[in-house]
């Protein structure tokens, strides 16, 4: 039997039955085992083979058959193409049935074919539903104009399809505007996204907002439903306003939305307001729309965790344009017991955000309440934010640095690591201010196992060696282990000895040469050992010289109002509610258009920067330049992430923004591999510092002549770094 | 807008999906939970939304099921994430419950859902009341094939025609739900008001309601005294059916109302509140021996009210047992589940109060492993006929075109919130925690 039919079923198995049942004589029988073919296919399992039999079903009265049926042929179509022609009949029969769901659900399933064949003859019975007399019918074949304009754009195009949805932008039912307008809009996108940069998109395709369509968006706002009023308020974000009372108007017929009870039409409402109120010159009228956008912000920290947190990510956007907009609000946030991870780590940084003079107080107790709950990461980054306070609140410094040494005091291990980390920082944006607490961090010597904070101890102690009297014993333990250190470790401890011996020539003599002959000759790490046989020579020709590049004044640090430069929080806040809000990067560097992309990314922020300022645009071009060479040798289709990462990292690093925790890596490689093996998130944790070399003593960890591996950005705010480092190179 | 939904179990295996578009394909469905993994290997968060190759996945959870939905475009995310809770709302209000078995033994209904409720990927009717009308498990049970029902599209998208009751009725519910943070030393660091009124409508025809609030806004802006007090309202949201327009304008909240039940309205203060139940507790602890409470209850708020069915969940070390419990009211029990004992009082009258004491042991032999959580403690409560910020419904006007008259009536209640907790102090005397390196 099987010797001669090789490709004929089987007469046995679970389909082999399910045939025999679909070609029963009996109607409860057949519906039976189509649910069955479903479920097959629901869990999985190939019922392809069925093709013929279920649609030998289609013809039927029974409603619930008909939507069975219809969705097998969605989910087979494309296997079969040859027999969905057989299905073309029933289909345009059922566009003109006197039900309007079975004429919906017909039109509707034929757009979702997506088979070539059955495409040319969707367009007549199309035509006619676009035209039916039932709303429910037109807002679906509303869409299934643009399901036609995915697959065959000139189809759509060449049966006027894309006129008829701009007229039912005018018809009398706000669901169907509110479609229609879905669907121009999906059509732009596709339109503009097919364009390559040569050949523009298609203008009879494009989605062309005037004056005279703004009015009845308007109008539609009002009355349609709530996943429709998102559709229009994104058009209305798209709109560019004549005049500033055209921006005025639309300003305030749109703020009414935030009253609504979906969180996402108030989000769209907020960017709709966030763009149009560029255009708003009247003081008054911004200060009135920015009241008004607060008490809705902060009632969506009160729904479901996910929504928070997308609420967050875009309040987070939306603060670091206007600060003052939830001013007096900081409370709202602060973390609950049950709040998921990503809603704390995310209510931590805005609170941060919103830190003042006047409410660091109430701050720092919450945040020293967090410091003590079982979540590691979270009490390091409760941490860390106190850090942030300190560096950012000049006045409150001194508090922050008492809750440290609090904290310090409990000795639970990863506490006081971290609380290590942070005065360091302290002390980079304090010189000579807390000297005092220097002995409590010397005795947590032994408490301390991760290399950051080991770093940032060492550092401490080489840039107050002077000043400690023991330095050098302290010292002396860390090069006693140097080959088992950290590199991290090892680099900061070979600048903290040579830092010690600049300061005390004659105690350190020993010390100094036992590091110098351990890097160079027992250290496998090339950036340790480059960087002892520059100390070396420097201290062997020039002692002179080695004083002013070892000891040179770093600048202070500072923490940065904003995680992405000003023309891309200005795109962002363009885009509030959308993911790139959410990842806060722009579109392109995530939805995979590779160079084109990039490029067209760079193009824009041009032209938005033309917006901004003219002197923020010539970093932008730096920046631009930038991603274009990483990008170069990144051109393999599978590193799309990897392109990524890279371009946010080189915009971040050449407009200086990093976070006063950035200093986490001392290995620039590291920082390029982190970026490029984060698939998530950590876009602001990720962000390399600019800081980074002078962080650690010296202020050039890896100049760029020796570098053996990609140097982070030059540090423009280092110029007074600069002039030494001239002299170094010319050492050599 | 997104490509393709698909709701998975906790091992990430699909139950059911839809895709809407061509562009991603089905099988980075399978990718979603390595990722999740992969992201919490790297020590970093799992956050709803993330991307990875070019596609981004957006989910939700459910107990024990992830929503999921993918995207290759800058979508809307927060259109996305609160669809799929809608998702989730109406496949509960349909099966009760949503998990693995009912999503199993429901998946012809759910495409349905799937099909009505999104179309390309774009979020289409999402009311389940409507949805109800015309997608159900009965369906070919009716004599008449169904019809869209007119809500769908109307412009009243949230009422059919034609209701008819023979008592024409609604009853209006005030609950403001009580949230608050309440630091060791006992200062109050937070708390807010979350209200919300709820209807339930009983009504024929198409009416016109109109709902009158001591509104502190409305009052000066219509230049009227009020007598007695007036509450400002930080955010008000609406249901949909309210025309925000003409609450924008003149704070006038008109509406023709859903049939049933609803909630017409919520709105948040963050007045300060004073605590209306306060609790303390002090711990003594014994390591390796025992650990015993002693909690205080006390009720702040006037003597005419009544808290009923107070709960106080105090939290005691996981290793817990053995518990002894004395209350001068009510009735304690351990719910080990939970770390907790739970002092339950039927009713706490007001400026009442009350002691009660427990008593554990620990075992001799510490766990290394255990870290000292340091819970809340969090408290259940309602109180009837009062409402904390002082709202009141002055009137609800109803006005159909028929002319009937309709009866109003009108419940106050208020209750604790999601977050109604009193942080405990860190025990005196006892270790200081210590992690295990």
């Known amino acids: 039997m099987s010797g001669w039919a090789g490709r004929a079923p089987p007469k046995k198995g679970e389909n082999y039955e399910l045939r025999a049942d679909l070609n029963s004589e009996y109607r409860d029988k057949r519906k039976d085992a189509i649910k069955r073919v479903i479920a097959n296919m629901t869990v999985g399992k190939d019922v392809s083979g069925l093709f013929p039999d279920v649609l030998k079903n289609m013809q039927t009265e029974d409603l619930e058959q008909k939507k069975l049926v219809y969705l097998y042929l969605m989910n087979y179509a494309k296997t079969q193409p040859e027999l969905v022609i057989l299905a073309v009949n029933t289909f345009v029969k059922d566009t003109a049935d006197s039900n309007p769901l079975v004429r919906a659900l017909a039109i509707r399933t034929m757009g979702c074919l997506r088979a070539e064949k059955i495409i040319n003859y969707l367009c007549d019975p199309l035509q006619q539903c676009l035209r039916d007399d039932n709303p429910y019918v037109r807002k679906t074949a509303a869409l299934c104009v643009a399901k036609l304009y995915d697959l065959k754009p000139e189809l759509a195009i060449d049966n006027g399809f894309i006129e008829q949805l701009q007229d039912l932008v005018s018809d009398s039912n706000p669901m169907v505007v509110a479609n229609a307008v879905v669907a121009l809009t999906d059509i732009h996108q596709t339109a503009l996204a097919a364009a390559e940069s040569e050949n523009p998109p298609d203008p009879r395709a494009t989605f062309t907002l005037d004056s005279h369509i703004l009015n009845k968006l308007l109008i539609a706002l009002n009355e349609c439903s709530e996943w429709g009023r998102v559709a229009i308020l994104s058009s209305l974000a798209r709109y560019r306003a004549v005049d500033e009372k055209e921006s005025e ?44 956008m607060a008490p809705p912000l902060v009632t969506l920290v009160s729904s479901e965790p996910e929504v928070q947190w997308v609420a967050l990510r875009n309040i ?21 017991y049950n709040d998921p991870p990503y809603v704390k780590v995310e209510k931590l940084d805005i609170m941060v955000r919103l830190a003042q003079e006047k409410n660091v107080d109430t701050l720092l107790s919450e ?29 409150s410094a001194e508090r922050c640095v008492n809750v440290l040494l609090e904290l310090i005091s409990t000795r639970v291990s990863y506490v006081v690591q971290e609380a290590v980390v942070v005065i360091k920082d302290i002390f980079r944006k304090y010189p000579d201010r807390y000297e005092g607490v220097i002995p409590t961090l010397c005795a947590n010597l032994e408490e301390l196992d991760e ?42 401890t070979l600048t903290a000895v040579v830092k010690l011996f600049l300061k005390k020539p004659d105690s350190a003599q020993g010390v100094v040469q036992r590091v110098l002959e351990t890097a160079t000759k027992d ?22 010289a080695a004083k002013a590049v070892v000891l040179a004044v770093r600048p202070p640090i500072s923490l940065p109002r904003t995680t992405v430069s000003p023309a891309v929080l200005e795109e962002l806040l363009g885009e509030i509610s959308s993911l790139a809000s959410v990842y806060h990067k722009p579109a392109d560097t995530f939805i995979g258009r590779g160079r084109v992309g990039a490029d067209a990314l760079q193009k824009r922020i041009h032209d938005l920067e033309d917006d901004v300022s003219r002197e923020k645009a ?63 998130m950590g876009a602001p944790a990720a962000a390399p510092s600019f800081a980074q070399p002078a962080a650690f003593g010296s202020a050039f960890s890896a100049p760029p002549a020796l570098a053996s591996t990609p140097s982070p950005a030059p540090i423009p705010s280092a110029s007074s770094a600069q002039q030494p480092q001239d002299d170094l190179l010319g050492l050599f | 807008m997104t490509s393709l939904i698909a709701i998975l179990d906790l091992k990430g295996k699909p139950l059911i999906q839809r895709s809407y578009r061509d562009d991603v394909s089905a099988s980075h469905i399978e990718r979603f939970l390595p990722l999740i993994l992969e992201i919490e290997e790297e020590g970093q968060q799992v956050t709803p939304c993330f991307t990875s190759q070019g596609v981004n996945f957006m989910h939700i959870r459910h107990s024990n099921l992830y929503l999921l939905a993918l995207s290759k475009r800058n979508t809307n995310a927060a259109e996305i994430i609160l669809f799929l809770h809608r998702l989730s709302s109406v496949l509960i209000e349909y099966f009760k419950e949503l998990e693995e078995e009912s999503i199993r033994d429901n998946f012809v209904i759910i495409y349905e859902l799937f099909d009505e409720m999104m179309d390309f990927g774009y979020p289409q009717t999402t009311e389940s009341k409507i949805l109800q009308e015309y997608i159900t498990q009965e369906s070919y049970k009716l004599e008449v094939q169904v019809r869209p029902p007119p809500a769908v599209t109307n412009a009243v998208s949230w009422r059919s025609e034609g209701i008819r009751y023979r008592k024409n009725e609604v009853f209006l519910d005030v609950i403001e739900s009580v949230n608050m943070l309440v630091n060791a030393n006992g200062s109050v660091i937070r708390s807010e008001i979350l209200g919300s009124v709820k209807m339930k409508c009983y009504l024929s025809g198409m009416p016109e309601l109109r709902l009158g609030l001591n509104d502190k806004v409305m009052f000066e802006n219509t230049g009227r005294t009020s007598r007695g007090k007036s509450i400002e309202m930080e955010d008000v949201k609406f ?24 909630e017409l309205m919520s709105y948040r203060l963050s007045t300060p509140v004073k605590p209306l139940i306060w609790v303390e507790a002090s711990v003594e602890s014994h390591k390796g021996s025992r ?24 939290p005691v070390p996981d290793d817990a047992d053995g518990p002894k419990f004395r209350a001068s009211t009510g009735s304690v029990h351990y719910a080990p589940d939970k770390s907790a004992f739970v002092w339950k009082i039927k009713q706490l009258g007001g400026s009442r109060e009350f002691l009660m004491r427990a008593h554990f042991g620990l075992p001799s032999v510490e766990n290394p492993e255990t870290v000292e959580k340091r819970a809340p403690i969090t408290v259940k409560f309602e109180i009837p006929y009062f409402t904390v910020s002082g709202i009141q419904v002055r009137y609800l006007k109803i006005v159909e075109k028929s002319g009937y008259q309709a009866l109003p009536w009108v419940r106050y209640i208020t209750q604790h919130g999601d977050d109604y907790s009193l942080r405990t102090a860190l025990e005196k005397g006892s270790a200081p925690i210590v992690q295990p390196a």
């Not at chain 1, 040798?633 to 971040?652: K, R």
């Not at chain 1, 200086?656 to 490689?669: D, E, F, Q, R």
């Not at chain 2, 249901?239 to 049933?260: A, K, M």
Request: hydrophobic fraction near 40%; aromatic fraction near 8%; proline fraction near 3%.
């Open chain 1, 249 to 292: 108007h639309i300003c305030e017929r749109v703020v009414p939305q935030f009253q609504h009870v979906n969180g996402s039409v108030v989000l769209s409402a907020i960017k709709v307001v966030m763009i149009h109120m560029r255009g708003v010159g009247r003081e008054d009228l911004v200060k009135q729309l920015v009241r008004k």
């Open chain 1, 316 to 336: 987070n956007l939306l603060l670091q344009k206007r600060s003052d907009i939830l001013q007096n609000e900081m409370r709202v946030f602060f973390c609950k």
């Open chain 1, 367 to 395: 945040l020293k309440e967090y410091a003590s709950e079982v979540d590691v990461d979270f009490v390091r980054k409760s941490i860390k934010a106190i850090g942030q306070c300190a560096i950012k609140i000049d006045s």
């Open chain 1, 451 to 492: 290399p950051e904070a080991k770093a940032s101890l060492i550092w401490i102690i080489g840039e107050y060696a002077d000043k400690i009297e023991n330095a050098d014993e302290l010292l002396a333990i860390f090069v006693e282990t140097f080959t088992e250190e950290a590199y991290q470790v090892q680099l900061q």
């Open chain 1, 523 to 544: 250290c496998d790490s090339p950036d340790v050992r480059d960087r002892a046989y520059i100390y070396w020579r420097l201290l062997s020709t020039d002692p002179g």
């Open chain 1, 618 to 680: 010539l970093k932008t071009v730096v920046a631009g330049q930038k991603s274009e060479n990483l990008l170069d040798f990144d051109d393999a289709p599978a590193e799309g992430a990897g392109g990524l990462g890279v371009t946010t990292n080189s915009l971040a690093a050449t407009t200086l923004t990093t976070g006063a925790s950035a200093i986490t890596t001392s290995n620039p490689l590291d920082d390029l591999v982190e970026l490029f093996g984060s698939s998530g």
């Open chain 2, 239 to 262: 249901h949909q059916c309210v025309r925000l327009s003409r609450f924008e304008n003149d704070r006038t909240i008109s509406f023709i109302p859903p049939d049933g039940e609803f």
């Open chain 2, 291 to 314: 650990i015993e409470y002693t909690v205080k209850v006390k009720a702040h708020f006037k003597r005419r009210s009544t808290a009923n069915n107070v709960e106080i969940y105090v």
